[in-house]
C-alpha cells in the first residue's frame, strides 16, 4: 500500500472513533432504562453567608519587659538563662555594690548621729520648759530649745530619707523579674559591665498573648469590641475575642491596628509566630448546597439536577464551605430541584423517585 493511502486510512479511523466517542457521550445523556431510583430531593435558595475578611497577624505577650540596673558596676552573678520561668521579685542577676554598700553604711551612721542629737535637744526643751514654768529661765531661752529640737528633729528626717536612699541604690544591686514570665533574652554575661538603661534580660508573660493585625479602615466600622474572632496559629484553630482597636490609623496604610486575646495557659504559643485572623464581615446571599450533593471527577466538581423526573448531571463552580454546605458560584439557579445524596445507583439520565 503506498503512503497516501496509509495516511487515508489513519484519518478515517480517527474520524471513527470520534464519532463513536460522541455516540457514546449521547447514549450516556438518554434516560437510562430500568427501575426509578429513590432519592431525596431539595430545592435551591439563597442563605445569608457572612463575609469572610482573612488577614495576617503576629503573635506578642501579654507583657514584655528588660529588667536592668541604674548602677555602674560589674555583673558579679547571673542566675537565670533562657527558657526559664521566674516569678515576680526572683533575683535574676547581681551587680557589684561595694560603693554603694559604703553609701548606705555612712548614710546609717548619719542617722545615729542625728537621732542622739535629736534626744539631747528634747531633754534640753522638757529642761527649759520646767525652768520656766519657775520663772527659772527667760522666755528667749526657752524660745531656743523649742528652736534646737526641731532643727534636731528635722535632721533625723533628713538622715532617715538618706538610708531609705541608699537602701533603695543597694536594691538595685540586685536585677529581679517585675512579673510572672520566661526569659527570654539572656543580654549580659557574668563578668561583663552593666551601666544605667541598659538592659539584662528579656521577661515575657504568655499566659495570654495578644495577635495584632493591621484591618482595612473599610472595615473597621463593623468591627465590635468582645466580638469573637477565629484565630488560625501553628496549624490550630482558636476561638479569641476582640479585645481593642487603636483609634488612630497608620497614615502610610490607611490601616488600623487590632489586637486580639487569646488564653495560653500551656504556654504553648509563643511571641513571634505567624498568625490568620478571621474577622468575618457583612453577610451576603449565595446559593449553597450540601456538601453531599457534590458529585466530584478528578479536578470537576458536578450536581445532579432533576429534570422531568430523570437525574441530569451538571457541571458547577464551587467557592468557600461552611458548617457542612459548599457555595455554587455557577452552574444552579434559585427554584431549581437537587438530588441531596445520590448513592452509586444515580447516573446521568437515571429515572428517579422522589421518597421522603
Same mark, same amino acid.
Given at each position: 500500500?503506498?503512503?497516501?493511502?496509509v495516511?487515508w486510512?489513519?484519518?478515517?479511523?480517527?474520524a471513527?472513533?470520534?464519532?463513536?466517542c460522541?455516540?457514546?457521550?449521547?447514549q450516556e445523556?438518554?434516560?437510562?432504562a430500568?427501575?426509578?431510583?429513590?432519592?431525596?430531593?431539595?430545592?435551591v435558595a439563597t442563605?445569608?453567608?457572612?463575609?469572610?475578611?482573612?488577614v495576617?497577624?503576629?503573635?506578642l505577650?501579654?507583657?514584655?519587659?528588660?529588667?536592668?540596673t541604674?548602677?555602674?558596676?560589674?555583673?558579679d552573678e547571673?542566675?537565670?538563662q533562657?527558657?526559664?520561668?521566674?516569678?515576680?521579685?526572683?533575683?535574676? !542577676?547581681?551587680?557589684?555594690?561595694?560603693?554603694?554598700?559604703?553609701?548606705?553604711?555612712?548614710?546609717?551612721?548619719?542617722?545615729a548621729?542625728?537621732?542622739a542629737?535629736?534626744?539631747?535637744?528634747?531633754?534640753? @526643751?522638757e529642761r527649759?520648759e520646767?525652768? #520656766? !514654768?519657775?520663772?527659772?529661765?527667760?522666755? @528667749?531661752n526657752?524660745?531656743?530649745a523649742?528652736?534646737?529640737?526641731?532643727?534636731?528633729?528635722?535632721?533625723?528626717?533628713?538622715?532617715?530619707?538618706?538610708?531609705? !536612699?541608699?537602701r533603695?541604690?543597694?536594691?538595685?544591686?540586685?536585677?529581679?523579674?517585675?512579673?510572672?514570665?520566661?526569659v527570654?533574652?539572656?543580654?549580659?554575661?557574668?563578668?561583663d559591665?552593666?551601666?544605667?538603661g541598659r538592659?539584662?534580660?528579656?521577661?515575657e508573660?504568655?499566659?495570654?498573648?495578644?495577635?495584632?493585625a493591621q484591618?482595612?479602615?473599610?472595615?473597621?466600622?463593623?468591627?465590635?469590641?468582645?466580638?469573637?474572632?477565629?484565630?488560625?496559629?501553628?496549624?490550630?484553630r482558636?476561638?479569641?475575642?476582640?479585645?481593642?482597636?487603636?483609634?488612630?490609623?497608620?497614615?502610610?496604610s490607611?490601616?488600623?491596628?487590632?489586637?486580639?486575646?487569646?488564653e495560653?495557659?500551656?504556654?504553648?504559643?509563643?511571641s513571634?509566630?505567624?498568625?490568620?485572623?478571621?474577622?468575618?464581615?457583612?453577610?451576603?446571599?449565595?446559593?449553597a448546597?450540601p456538601e453531599?450533593?457534590?458529585?466530584?471527577?478528578?479536578?470537576?466538581?458536578?450536581?445532579?439536577?432533576?429534570?422531568d423526573d #430523570?437525574?441530569r448531571?451538571?457541571?458547577?463552580?464551587l467557592?468557600?464551605?461552611?458548617?457542612?454546605d459548599?457555595?455554587?458560584?455557577?452552574?444552579?439557579?434559585?427554584?431549581?430541584?437537587?438530588?441531596?445524596?445520590?448513592?452509586?445507583?444515580? @447516573?446521568?439520565?437515571s429515572?428517579i423517585?422522589?421518597?421522603g
Amino acid at each position: 500500500m503506498r503512503p497516501k493511502d496509509v495516511g487515508w486510512g489513519l484519518l478515517a479511523l480517527l474520524a471513527l472513533g470520534f464519532a463513536g466517542c460522541g455516540d457514546r457521550h449521547e447514549q450516556e445523556r438518554q434516560p437510562t432504562a430500568g427501575p426509578a431510583v429513590a432519592v431525596q430531593v431539595e430545592t435551591v435558595a439563597t442563605s445569608d453567608w457572612p463575609e469572610e475578611l482573612r488577614v495576617t497577624a503576629s503573635v506578642l505577650p501579654l507583657r514584655r519587659a528588660e529588667p536592668g540596673t541604674v548602677l555602674l558596676g560589674r555583673v558579679d552573678e547571673l542566675l537565670r538563662q533562657e527558657g526559664d520561668r521566674v516569678r515576680r521579685g526572683d533575683v535574676l !542577676a547581681r551587680v557589684e555594690s561595694r560603693e554603694v554598700s559604703a553609701r548606705l553604711a555612712q548614710a546609717e551612721a548619719a542617722l545615729a548621729a542625728a537621732q542622739a542629737a535629736e534626744r539631747n535637744a528634747l531633754l534640753m @526643751k522638757e529642761r527649759m520648759e520646767r525652768l #520656766y !514654768a519657775r520663772q527659772a529661765a527667760s522666755k @528667749k531661752n526657752l524660745d531656743d530649745a523649742l528652736a534646737g529640737y526641731d532643727t534636731a528633729a528635722a535632721h533625723t528626717r533628713a538622715a532617715e530619707e538618706g538610708v531609705a !536612699a541608699a537602701r533603695m541604690y543597694v536594691s538595685y544591686a540586685e536585677v529581679t523579674a517585675p512579673f510572672d514570665g520566661i526569659v527570654v533574652g539572656k543580654l549580659i554575661e557574668a563578668g561583663d559591665t552593666a551601666s544605667p538603661g541598659r538592659p539584662l534580660f528579656v521577661i515575657e508573660d504568655i499566659s495570654t498573648i495578644k495577635i495584632e493585625a493591621q484591618v482595612p479602615e473599610s472595615v473597621v466600622s463593623g468591627l465590635e469590641i468582645g466580638q469573637p474572632v477565629e484565630v488560625e496559629v501553628a496549624g490550630e484553630r482558636l476561638e479569641g475575642q476582640l479585645a481593642e482597636i487603636l483609634p488612630a490609623a497608620d497614615p502610610r496604610s490607611r490601616t488600623f491596628t487590632a489586637r486580639i486575646l487569646l488564653e495560653n495557659p500551656q504556654r504553648r504559643l509563643r511571641s513571634g509566630m505567624f498568625a490568620r485572623l478571621n474577622l468575618g464581615g457583612p453577610g451576603r446571599q449565595v446559593i449553597a448546597v450540601p456538601e453531599s450533593a457534590i458529585v466530584r471527577r478528578g479536578p470537576l466538581a458536578g450536581i445532579y439536577v432533576v429534570s422531568d423526573d #430523570y437525574a441530569r448531571l451538571r457541571w458547577v463552580t464551587l467557592g468557600r464551605s461552611r458548617d457542612g454546605d459548599v457555595e455554587v458560584l455557577t452552574g444552579l439557579r434559585v427554584g431549581e430541584r437537587f438530588i441531596a445524596e445520590p448513592g452509586p445507583a444515580v @447516573k446521568d439520565g437515571s429515572r428517579i423517585e422522589v421518597s421522603g
